[in-house]
């Protein structure tokens, strides 16, 4: 059965640090393009960072410059170091594997990250 299980959400104040990890299973893990994405309350989830089986990388606009997503293929996990947080990214983190070439996607249970003073 394949798993994606994030952990590292929580509360911090604005301008503070935080870093996500999602582990995934091994058996997919090699084979996926994986991707951070959030929901805030009311809105809809959104692409936040993706990182291709090659490290290619890519980022929304609002958190350019501020969040650094990385993979370690030996650890079957990819990250989310989040700087310079602002109330605006309070949502729920969630981490989806894209198996390459497919359109399969695993997604985890979600991680709450709460920026407030």
């Known amino acids: 059965q394949v798993q994606v299980v994030e952990s590292g959400g929580g509360l911090v104040q604005p301008g503070g640090s935080l870093r996500l990890s999602c582990a995934a299973s091994?058996?997919?893990?090699?084979?996926?393009?994986m991707g951070w994405y959030r929901q805030a309350p009311g809105k809809q989830r959104e692409l936040v960072a993706v990182?291709?089986?090659?490290?290619?990388?890519n980022y929304a606009d609002s958190v350019k410059g501020r969040f650094t997503i990385s993979r370690d293929d030996a650890k079957n996990t990819v990250y989310l170091q989040m700087n310079s947080l602002k109330p605006e990214d309070t949502a729920v983190y969630y981490c989806?594997?894209?198996?390459?070439?497919?359109?399969?996607?695993?997604w985890g249970q979600g991680t709450q990250v709460t920026v407030s003073s």
């Open positions: 990182i291709t089986t090659s490290g290619s990388t």
């Open positions: 989806k594997a894209n198996l390459r070439f497919t359109t399969t996607n695993y």
């Open positions: 091994g058996s997919i893990f090699s084979r996926s393009i």
